[in-house]
């Protein structure tokens, strides 16, 4: 299949070299594709395609109807419903996001829906690890997609175009997925070319196929995903393992025509060097190409030393691996992920079975595990795997046939250190907070002294975190917890205060902490609850009554997670869930979460020509808790002190007695709001004094505002606020009067609501 120089010059469109990362060329492809859908949700190291993608809406470049989700799974489901009606969808995930939307995949593989994922693979957690390998990737193995992998940015490229028109192919329909490197691949820039001409790719992959099912046209009626018995499932499995493995061919068919357009060829296996290899490495992705060049070495050395890297796993072309694999004596399949305690990666075991099938192959296999939360494969590293496999085919054996590779014994001076200075119970009480119930009128009244007189307590997170200079997390959950006495247990989501505050092998935390991802937190600490507590009733541990559980989200916690956080409401268990809301998903690089309000500029919701910032209002968060009947809401910021403290003594009350308590406090992010770190106070005062963020409280049911710029007379106009951050300065431009408007109307309609409950209890 490959073609004549004659050829390549007169059948390769015209094309742009630049250099360009992974992930930039891959919104490239989907910009010139011109796709109907997007639905995405962030996650590093992903996120930047959707933030590219955005940036080239504004300038007109692509009409992709960009749809923010509310978690990965969410994400899924806007796909496969964009998926069902004939439209082009695409979305983007790593590593935790693969997971959470596994379920929908084999979904949309069984009823037989095409789309493109760009997953830039990524460790899966726990521990977390935001860096590249193939744990996520390995998951997909098994949902029925096609799977394609990309070694470096101009096959992320190509194989965004190919990848469609495989999809799409009569012979096939199935959703796709293009795989690359986390980091490796989707961030470091390479020279890359692309067509210059977006009619160029269109031209290429042709118009929607139609004549298939589709949920768009009511004089057409369709019944999509109907429950089906054993004897009709097994039929539909069929027909899609059969359209897998024509993938193979048409991928073939594909990659020829594209090679005539581009004057690149891709085959089901790269092979370097592999015509008559005696040794060789098989390897996944960007590894390969480090490879490469010690294969290069080992040849001057008269080593026959060569390379071989899939470009298609699914489905797997086991007929092409048993032809590479004719006269290889020994092999190294290094893999970025394991099949723990299968003793070798998915890869490994797929060779090994491929084979099986040719009684006259004599190669030695061996398997290692390297290169695992985005650990670096370097020369050195290769050549090792070369010599081990040199080491086989002189021996006829392999002596360790699996192993990691890479990993080091445990040091003890690398254990989990702690802060210097534990500290529990009695540090933690000041003595000076009483809180004491209103038998009448069934609420609370809280005294506490001066501030000044509650300095003495320590901080519950000690100095040295990694938080940004002028980073309002902290300020404000510490001065949350000076209304907290004695012991707690702290959940922390994933998010930039869990970041900050524990990257092995340091811990800022003072007392017990726990982490776990962004959609589960409130469920965990509910568990951890209601485990402590029989644990208790039992006899099985004797610790004192008066541990206040905690768990902080932020960062968009309170998007993807707010299923988990409804049903441990609904649930009441004794906890509190503090949300620190800096109004944007800023641990991932400032995209726009539920939060974000109308018109602010995020690195998803652009500002320009066609797109003035975030297009709908933000999410109310506490009245969607107060509706749970919890027996405690309220909100608080660090700009009112007194009113944050009072109100963090009460949830502790309701919490050791009554159940859940939910707490929202707005805390400044001057990195990407862009303002001075001078000014957190400032900004975080004129939120509540123009009523855009008020304080108030919902407590058995009523709700009362705990402060009312209005009746101080220290209302200001909503612009005051909004001035004062660079994310929003464009909303006081005469263009953009309008979204200013609408946003004055919002605030100005939730506060004259709020007051209507605060002097009607009974609304």
């Known amino acids: 299949m490959k073609m004549t120089q004659e050829k390549k010059r007169m059948s390769v469109a015209k094309q742009i070299s630049d250099f360009k990362s992974g992930n930039e060329v891959a919104a490239i492809a989907a910009a010139q594709i011109n796709y109907h859908v997007m639905?995405?949700?962030?996650?590093?190291?992903?996120?930047?395609?959707?933030?590219?993608?955005?940036?080239?809406?504004?300038?007109?470049?692509?009409?992709?109807?960009?749809?923010?989700?509310?978690?990965?799974?969410?994400?899924?489901?806007?796909?496969?419903?964009?998926?069902?009606?004939?439209?082009?969808?695409?979305?983007?995930?790593?590593?935790?996001?693969?997971?959470?939307?596994?379920?929908?995949?084999p979904v949309q593989s069984g009823t037989r829906f095409p789309m493109v994922i760009n997953l830039v693979t990524r460790s899966v957690s726990g521990p977390l690890d935001i860096r590249g390998d193939h744990s996520d990737l390995y998951y997909a193995l098994n949902t029925g997609w096609i799977i394609l992998t990309a070694r470096t940015p101009q096959a992320v490229y190509d194989m965004n175009i190919m990848a469609l028109k495989i999809a799409e192919d009569v012979r096939v329909r199935l959703p796709i997925i293009v795989a690359y490197d986390g980091f490796f691949t989707s961030h470091q820039k390479r020279r890359v070319s692309y067509f210059s001409e977006k009619e160029t790719v269109q031209n290429f992959i042709g118009k929607p196929p139609s004549g298939f099912p589709r949920a768009c046209d009511p004089r057409h009626p369709v019944t999509i995903g109907a429950h089906m018995h054993g004897d009709d499932l097994i039929n539909n499995k069929y027909q899609l393992s059969v359209a897998l493995s024509n993938a193979l061919e048409v991928f073939q068919e594909v990659a020829l025509e594209y090679a005539h357009l581009s004057g690149r060829m891709y085959q089901t296996l790269d092979l370097y060097r592999m015509d008559d290899a005696e040794v060789a490495l098989f390897l996944l992705n960007s590894a390969a190409e480090t490879a490469k060049d010690v294969a290069d070495r080992l040849r001057e050395q008269g080593i026959k030393a060569g390379v071989i890297s899939p470009n298609v796993i699914r489905p797997f072309p086991a007929e092409d691996v048993r032809r590479a694999l004719k006269n290889v004596k020994g092999l190294v399949i290094g893999e970025r992920a394991d099949s723990y305690g299968s003793h070798g990666g998915n890869l490994t075991h797929e060779v090994k079975a491929a084979l099986q099938e040719d009684r006259d192959n004599r190669t030695v296999v061996v398997s290692r595990i390297f290169g695992l939360g985005g650990k670096d494969f370097y020369p050195h590293d290769a050549e090792a795997f070369f010599r081990l496999a040199i080491d086989a085919s002189e021996k006829g054996y392999a002596e360790q046939p699996f192993d990691y590779y890479g990993q080091v014994p445990g040091n003890q001076e690398l254990k989990l250190n702690p802060p210097k200075k534990l500290q529990r119970g009695d540090d933690f009480k000041s003595g000076l907070i009483k809180v004491t119930k209103n038998e009448k009128t069934g609420k609370l009244s809280v005294k506490i002294p001066p501030l000044r007189m509650l300095t003495k307590k320590p901080k519950r997170i000690a100095p040295g975190h990694g938080a940004c200079p002028g980073c309002g997390i902290f300020p404000g959950l510490e001065l949350f917890?000076?209304?907290?006495?004695?012991?707690?247990?702290?959940?922390?989501?994933?998010?930039?205060?869990?970041?900050?505050?524990?990257?092995?092998?340091?811990?800022?935390?003072?007392?017990?902490?726990?982490?776990?991802?962004?959609?589960?937190?409130?469920?965990?600490?509910?568990?951890?609850?209601?485990?402590?507590?029989?644990?208790?009733?039992?006899?099985?541990?004797?610790?004192?009554?008066?541990?206040?559980?905690?768990?902080?989200?932020?960062?968009?916690?309170?998007?993807?997670?707010?299923?988990?956080?409804?049903?441990?409401?609904?649930?009441?268990?004794?906890?509190?869930?503090?949300?620190?809301?800096?109004?944007?998903?800023?641990?991932?690089?400032?995209?726009?979460?539920?939060?974000?309000?109308?018109?602010?500029?995020?690195?998803?919701?652009?500002?320009?020509?066609?797109?003035?910032?975030?297009?709908?209002?933000?999410?109310?968060?506490?009245?969607?808790?107060a509706a749970t009947n919890i027996p405690y809401v309220f909100t608080g910021c660090e700009a009112y002190p007194q009113d944050l403290v009072k109100k963090a003594a009460k949830a502790q009350w309701y919490a050791k007695h009554e159940g859940l308590v939910y707490g929202k406090i707005l805390i400044t992010c001057p990195l990407n709001w862009k303002s001075e770190e001078r000014l957190g106070q400032q900004i975080l005062k004129a939120a509540v004094d123009s009523c855009f963020f008020p304080l108030y409280e919902v407590e058995q049911g009523e709700t009362t505002i705990t402060y009312d710029p209005e009746a101080k007379q220290a209302r200001i106009p909503l612009t005051d606020w909004l001035k004062m951050m660079g994310k929003t300065k464009h909303l006081l431009r005469e263009e953009n009067k309008a979204v200013l408007k609408s946003l004055e109307e919002e605030v100005e309609r939730r506060w004259r609501k709020l007051k209507l409950k605060h002097e009607t209890p009974h609304l």
């Open 481 to 625: 917890f000076k209304g907290i006495e004695g012991d707690v247990v702290l959940l922390f989501q994933t998010g930039c205060a869990y970041i900050t505050t524990a990257a092995y092998p340091y811990s800022a935390h003072k007392q017990t902490f726990i982490h776990n991802l962004f959609q589960n937190g409130p469920a965990t600490l509910s568990g951890t609850v209601e485990a402590f507590f029989e644990l208790k009733r039992r006899g099985e541990i004797e610790v004192p009554d008066d541990v206040t559980f905690v768990m902080v989200t932020g960062d968009g916690g309170m998007d993807i997670g707010m299923g988990s956080a409804i049903g441990t409401a609904l649930r009441n268990h004794n906890m509190i869930l503090l949300e620190y809301d800096n109004q944007g998903y800023m641990n991932t690089g400032s995209q726009m979460s539920y939060s974000t309000p109308l018109g602010h500029m995020t690195s998803t919701t652009g500002v320009g020509g066609k797109q003035q910032g975030k297009p709908f209002h933000h999410k109310d968060t506490p009245q969607i808790m």
């Open 39 to 105: 639905g995405y949700y962030p996650i590093t190291p992903s996120t930047e395609i959707a933030q590219y993608l955005d940036q080239m809406k504004l300038k007109g470049e692509h009409d992709i109807m960009l749809i923010p989700a509310d978690g990965e799974h969410g994400s899924a489901g806007i796909c496969y419903g964009a998926a069902v009606t004939g439209a082009r969808v695409l979305n983007a995930t790593s590593a935790n996001g693969l997971l959470y939307m596994l379920e929908q995949l």
